[in-house]
């Protein structure tokens, strides 16, 4: 579709999504592109021809290298299949798809990192154009609080039960590298291990988001009570 053919709703969305990456680009913060987060990689071990626990945590993070962040904490007790596209070395890609079939106690908790100087703060995160800056939920259902750097962390006000949830993940390898703008990871935790968790969410905030020690640890502790309240 040629620009002049594009509807006003339509232009407006291009705008914004320009400037989300303008954004992104203009106040990047210096991050370790290469940093190490807690917990084991779920991608070597299927790659190694070994199985995912039928049950766990997984914590999936889309970053905007030194800008931004989305989380997404999936706690399952009925692993279904695990299918894994792997399209290197041609292309620098390994897909995972998930499939839970939960037993009552799946749950999954979404959050995101709001940059100080993301242009588009009153717009709910489900009407948002980055994978980095998109939850799919609105104001109404999540905590806000204002960071002391100027940011806010968005998060659900408690992680909601699942039923059949098909997900895929996704690994590249250049993610490691300092030039590309943006990383995706992946990690896995043990039933129960909501101190694992918190830590690798305050690992991708402080390594790769670039935020302060002090927001960083007020974001851990939210991914803590959220996860051990509610059950």
Partial sequence: MTEDKLTPEQHGQVLRFFFE??????FRREVDSAAEIPGQDPFDIVLSG????????LVSAKVAKGFEAVVQVYEYDNLRGVTIEDSRPKYDQVRMYVAFDSKGQSRELALAYENPNYFFKTRPPYDRMSPTSYIGYGFDSLDIHNLSDGGRLLIQKKAGKTGYLLTSFDRFERDTEPDNPTREVLRLFNVGDVNGVAGAVEAVMVKLVGVNQQDAELISSQVKAKLEGGK
């Fill in 50 to 57: 070994k199985k995912l626990p039928d049950k766990g945590i």
């Fill in 21 to 26: 990456r303008r954004g992104q680009g203009k």
